[in-house]
Nanobody, 126 residues
Framework: QVQLVESGGGLVQAGGSLRLSCAASGRTFSRNAMGWFRQAPGKEREFVAAISWSGGVTNYADFVKGRFTISRDNAKNTVYLQMNSLKPEDTAVYYC???????????????????WGQGTQVTVSS
């Protein structure tokens, strides 16, 4: 079993920055990719960014390219999401996720992910 815990959310003004962290514990697999998703009230959970543990491949949703950066620190079993130039429409609960099977690359489809954290709230005011 893999446990994921997000942190770093909060309230920020438009144009500001936040850095989210996702700490993983329990059973892990070297080829598991990690991803960030977000969900706003009344909307479906959507892909934000993903990174592969074994290949260094990253993928981003179009609406965050140039603003968000996903990274990892394998020594700390932690994945980060640096969010810059935040917009009010970025307001959502942000979830960390890990795939449950051996995969290649960094999947963008939420159906590829099995383990999920409980989420951290990000609120951007205008």
């Amino acid at each position: 079993q893999v446990q994921l815990v997000e942190s770093g959310g909060g309230l920020v003004q438009a144009g500001g920055s936040l850095r989210l962290s996702c700490a993983a514990s329990g059973r892990t697999f070297s080829r598991n990719a990690m991803g960030w998703f977000r969900q706003a009230p009344g909307k479906e959970r959507e892909f934000v960014a993903a990174i592969s543990w074994s290949g260094g491949v990253t993928n981003y949703a179009d609406f965050v390219k140039g603003r968000f950066t996903i990274s990892r620190d394998n020594a700390k079993n932690t994945v980060y999401l640096q969010m810059n130039s935040l917009k009010p429409e970025d307001t959502a609960v942000y979830y960390c996720a890990a795939v449950g099977t051996l995969v290649t690359g960094a999947p963008t489809n939420k159906l590829a992910y099995y383990y999920w954290g409980q989420g951290t709230q990000v609120t951007v005011s205008s």
